[in-house]
């Protein structure tokens, strides 16, 4: 299992081409036939980027779910709607499908963000608006998401 670090600024072209950055590439290990799934994100307005290892654990989960309940079906079809295949080619650039593109509105200006164990793909101008929206109040999320881990918890034993 992969864990990315780091967020990294890059450019567009106007086909949707974005130069993979050399540290980034070293933590993508990158070999001959690497694919990667590329996605739109659940919750904002970016695209995920899923090392194939890291799509396939997902996908065995989501073969789980009962297929004869309806909400389980209409989340299936939306978690992979816009879903497809990507690579970087032999001069480090992921290509970005245009539908993809045009659904995050990325312009030129692109953030590759790390989130632990995938990437996600930003148009600039929307991922500094989600981080300064999300900062507003991050030291109550912090304490809500990671602030009652019970095996950090010491027992009182007098």
């Not at 780091?6 to 106007?14: L, Y």
């Not at 659904?103 to 991922?127: C, G, M, P, R, T």
């Not at 999320?141 to 010491?154: F, H, N, P, R, S």
């Amino acid at each position: 299992m992969n864990h990315f670090i780091g967020t990294f600024e890059c450019k567009a072209d106007n086909k949707g081409r974005v130069m993979i950055p050399v540290s980034l590439k070293k933590q993508l290990n990158l070999g001959v036939k690497d694919d990667f799934v590329i996605k739109r994100a659940v919750f904002n307005t970016c695209l995920e980027l899923y090392p194939m290892s890291e799509w396939i654990l997902l996908m065995e989960k989501i073969n789980s779910l009962n297929r004869f309940n309806k909400k389980n079906i209409d989340f299936i079809r939306r978690f992979t709607a816009g879903v497809k295949i990507v690579n970087i080619d032999s001069s480090g650039r992921l290509l970005i499908p245009r539908d993809l593109v045009s659904h995050v509105k990325i312009k030129k200006d692109v953030v590759l963000s790390s989130a632990v164990n995938i990437l996600e793909i930003w148009d600039k101008v929307l991922y500094e608006k989600s981080i300064d929206a999300a900062t507003f109040d991050f030291g109550s999320l912090a304490e809500e998401v990671m602030g009652d881990k019970t095996e950090d918890k010491i027992e009182d034993v007098s």
